[in-house]
């Protein structure tokens, strides 16, 4: 049984775009497949979306096996290294609201705790809402 991933699910779901736009599926019947094609774990409950389907079927990428890695000759092998967590920009693209909300709250904050000796705090607002945009829009691609 071969596990798929999400391309493999996304392949399924457009051939079954192609058989719905032939007028081969009605719309609920597309709607059920697409909704079983997102959930499946195996090529096998994929291929059973198209038993009474004609062509097109997807055309699954054949698995490949990880190479063995071998350090070379002489070299001591590399040590196993943790999974790398996400860089820091993609968690500010991922809060990018919430830090957008925020920003100006405390600024206010701020001003408010100074006695008010500092309002230029607030230009602060438009800065960090500009490098956060900034910030998100390059982890967007």
Known sequence: MADVGAHERELA???LDV???AGRLERGEHADRCSAASRATSRAELEALFTDLPEPHP???APQA???RRPAVGMPAAPELPELVAPTGATIARHAGLISLLTPAVAALLFAVSGGRFPWIFILVPI???GVAVI???HER
Do not use: G, L, T
Request: no cysteine; aromatic share 6%.
């Open 13 to 15: 779901m457009e051939a």
């Open 19 to 21: 058989h719905r736009r």
């Open 59 to 61: 055309d699954y990428p």
């Open 66 to 68: 990880p190479a063995p």
């Open 128 to 130: 960090v809402i500009a």
């Open 136 to 138: 998100s829009h390059r």
